[in-house]
Nanobody, 118 residues
Framework: QVQLVESGGGSVRAGGSLRLSCAAS????????MGWYRQAQGKQRELVAA???????NYADSVKGRFTISRDTANNAVYLAMNSLKPEDTAVYSC????????????WGQGTQVTVSS
């Protein structure tokens, strides 16, 4: 099993920045890709950014150029730096892990609220 714990959410004004962190523990060697999802109230969950152990990162079009995902393999952590935040970025952000050989994310954190006011 893999456990994921997010931190770093909060409230910020439009144009501000936040950095989310996700600490992973458990059977970590099986994880190939780490991702950040978000779900706004009344909307479907969407993949914001993903980073594999090898290969390129990818981002949702809505956050390209503003958000940066990074991974600290030695410390089993993944981060999401969010800049130029907009009110439409308001959502619960969750960290997720996709093991090797899996096509879907199978482990999820509890989520952290990000609120951006205008």
């Amino acid at each position: 099993q893999v456990q994921l714990v997010e931190s770093g959410g909060g409230s910020v004004r439009a144009g501000g920045s936040l950095r989310l962190s996700c600490a992973a523990s458990g059977v970590i060697f099986r994880i190939k890709t780490m991702g950040w999802y978000r779900q706004a109230q009344g909307k479907q969950r969407e993949l914001v950014a993903a980073i594999p152990t090898d290969g390129d990162t990818n981002y949702a079009d809505s956050v390209k150029g503003r958000f940066t995902i990074s991974r600290d393999t030695a410390n089993n952590a993944v981060y999401l730096a969010m800049n130029s935040l907009k009110p439409e970025d308001t959502a619960v952000y969750s960290c997720a892990a996709k093991p090797r050989g899996e096509s879907q994310y199978t482990h999820w954190g509890q989520g952290t609220q990000v609120t951006v006011s205008s």
